[in-house]
């Protein structure tokens, strides 16, 4: 059962799923040594610095919330170092770990991936066809996110993580699949239950863990926001474990868990292995 993976009551459980609403340093400390599959995650940018940014038209602040806030390079990028490093205590030794972002973040999570001893496997370009327009006009308009890939097994070593390459190559069309990948913004039969304001595709995430899972994995967020991970794991019949800190997301998160229609979207028809409680 996966709620029993923390020696912690979960705030909510069905099944193959369970989410904790708090700290994730504090609730990753929880978690039992080499016991993840595969961690899918996009952690705070740090760009919510007073900014401008466009939405549907307007000219809006680009501040998501406090936890979005910079506390300066040098203890952000600690800050990366800290989570990371109880990921990859917790992940199994050829255990997988994708992380999104931006250039506000993405530097640095490399970097202390490097320093704590992961092997970084590729990074994947995700192209956003529609991005919003540059106001400032002084820059590129940015429509590109990075995920950087990688895992905790050394090069050469007898664990071997999980690359399900064939399935790859079929969803590229008979042709190795290339590390550019073109997805849109979620759509808004994925924002039914709520938004989030750095809410991900379900489809970006799903084809991760199709590529770096099986069925039946334990796949860990411990930066969930509105569930993203949670959906694409459970609908591509992996199990998952979530953790958020603020009460409003946890809620979204619970919400797009429990329905049937999200989750069970990207299953092939008959073939769930959800729960009845989550369905
Ligand atoms: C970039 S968002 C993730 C969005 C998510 N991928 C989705 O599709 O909805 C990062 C989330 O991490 C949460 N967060 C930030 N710091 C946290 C912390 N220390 N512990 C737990 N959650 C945190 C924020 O509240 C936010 O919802």
Redesign the pocket.
């Known amino acids: 059962m996966i709620a029993q993976l923390l020696a912690k009551s979960p705030t909510w459980a069905s099944g193959d799923a369970a989410i904790w609403q708090?700290?994730?340093?504090?609730?990753l400390r929880l978690v039992p040594e080499a016991s993840i599959d595969c961690i899918w995650?996009?952690?705070?940018?740090f760009l919510s610095n007073d900014g401008f940014t466009c939405v549907a038209g307007k000219m809006v602040p680009v501040n998501?919330?406090d936890?979005?806030k910079s506390r300066g390079i040098d203890l952000d990028h600690e800050?990366n170092r800290t989570?990371l490093a109880e990921c990859y205590r917790v992940l199994k030794p050829a255990g997988t770990i994708w992380v999104?972002?931006t250039h506000h973040v993405y530097l640095s999570v490399g970097f202390a991936m490097m320093q704590l001893g992961f092997r970084i496997l590729n990074d994947i370009v995700w192209e956003k066809p529609n991005p919003p327009p540059n106001l400032g006009t002084r820059t590129f308009t940015h429509s590109t996110e990075i995920l950087l890939w990688a895992t905790k097994a050394p090069k050469g070593s007898k664990h071997k993580y999980t690359f399900n390459y064939d399935e790859m190559r079929q969803e590229a069309g008979g042709k190795q699949m290339k590390t550019v990948w073109e997805f849109q913004a979620?759509r808004e039969d994925e924002k039914v239950h709520g938004k989030?304001?750095?809410?991900?595709?379900v489809s970006l995430?799903a084809r991760c863990l199709r590529a770096s899972t099986n069925s039946g994995d334990v796949v860990l967020?411990?930066?969930?926001?509105?569930?993203?991970?949670g959906v694409a794991a459970l609908g591509t019949g992996r199990r998952f474990a979530g953790?958020?800190?603020?009460e409003e997301?946890t809620r979204?998160?619970i919400l797009r868990l429990k329905d049937r229609r999200a989750v069970g979207s990207l299953l092939p028809r008959g073939q769930s292995r959800l729960s009845q409680d989550v369905l």
């Open positions: 708090g700290d994730s340093l504090s609730l995650t996009d952690p705070p940018y998501k919330g936890w979005d800050f989570w999104s972002g979620p989030h304001p750095t809410q991900k595709p995430v967020d411990p930066f969930m926001g509105s569930g993203t991970t953790f958020e800190k603020e997301y979204l998160a």
